[in-house]
């Protein structure tokens, strides 16, 4: 079946260090991928997202790529700060039949030092 | 626009007793998922509304039951309560197109513990 996979972490950087956090998935179809954020005590708010190959999801300074090609969607911001700190969760969608779920990774938590 | 609510916000209930949890969507969506977070298992989903039916379902026992009003607001229920059922319930709502390629805007949670 469908999968996510993502680094588990913890992660712990400085304030102003680069942040990647790799995402791999396994789908039989043509997902859309997501970046969901949660951060103490909350829920998940949605970071970012694209639909289809080579689309490129940003918001507040992170971006990520959906690579057909390695079935990738690698988590980047280039300069991360102490409020970035929180787990950040890799998922997909999958387009028929599935609606209404989606398909997480288990999470990475940041934590960034000032 | 408001957000998606759930209420309660903390429970805690022993072992065998049951417990509904509530889930109000944003207005004018009205798909309604539901999801169980614990450090274990991660996020693992239940199962989804649309118009007042279910759509989609996970892989949970037949111990959780859901459902979902002409309002879209949705309930879930969990019976004989379980200690490993303490976690935390997600709920999400989305406008529900058929694609299932839309964005599900989570709600806070309710964080649920069997004693």
């Known amino acids: 079946g469908d999968s996510v996979t993502q680094m588990e972490g913890p992660v712990t950087l400085s304030e102003e260090a680069f942040l990647t956090i790799n995402c791999t998935y396994t789908a039989t179809g043509y997902p859309s991928l997501f970046w969901y954020v949660q951060y103490p005590g909350e829920g998940l708010q949605l970071l970012l997202k694209a639909t289809k190959a080579d689309d490129k999801g940003s918001n507040k300074g992170f971006e990520a790529t959906y690579r057909k090609e390695t079935t990738s969607f690698h988590l980047e911001k280039g300069s991360v700060q102490v409020s970035d700190s929180a787990v950040y969760f890799c998922a997909l969608s999958e387009k028929w039949g599935s609606q209404g779920n989606l398909i997480f990774g288990k999470g990475t938590k940041l934590s960034v030092k000032p | 626009k408001a957000g998606v609510t759930q209420t309660p916000r903390y429970l805690i209930k022993t072992r065998g007793q049951q417990v509904t949890l509530s889930c109000s969507p944003i207005?004018?969506?009205?798909?309604v998922s539901w999801y169980q977070q614990t450090p274990g298992q991660g996020l693992q989903f239940l199962f989804e509304y649309f118009s007042e039916t279910q759509r989609n379902k996970g892989n949970f026992p037949g111990r959780f039951s859901g459902r979902q009003f002409s309002n879209s607001r949705s309930e879930m229920n969990v019976s004989t309560l379980e200690l490993g059922d303490s976690a935390l319930y997600l709920c999400a709502s989305s406008l529900g197109d058929r694609d299932g390629l839309e964005t599900q805007y989570f709600g806070p949670g309710t964080r649920l513990l069997v004693l």
């Open positions: 207005s004018g969506h009205r798909s």
